[in-house]
């Protein structure tokens, strides 16, 4: 939503906002392979077995951007 503002922001909070954005994919990364170390087979199979994982998945990846289309097609309408 701070993209789609006509307001600018100054440098130094710019600058911050921009280092952590850059910061965020290695250290998920980081996070990840850690996580990952601990698991053994089983587990991952509990993991790709459990519906709730899976309902969480489709949600984030799935419904919610098909709820937020219309959202956007409203602001794209008044902008034009």
């Given at each position: ?34 996580l990952?170390k601990?698991?053994t ?31 956007m ?8």
């Open positions: 939503m701070i993209f789609f503002t006509p307001l600018s922001w100054p440098q130094p909070v710019s600058s911050l906002l921009e280092s952590i954005g850059k910061m965020t994919v290695p250290l998920s990364m980081i996070l990840l392979g850690s990952l601990n698991v087979g089983k587990g991952i199979l509990f993991y790709m077995k459990n519906r709730l994982i899976w309902q969480g998945t489709a949600l984030k990846l799935i419904i919610i951007p098909l709820l937020l289309v219309p959202v097609w409203f602001f794209l309408y008044l902008t034009l």
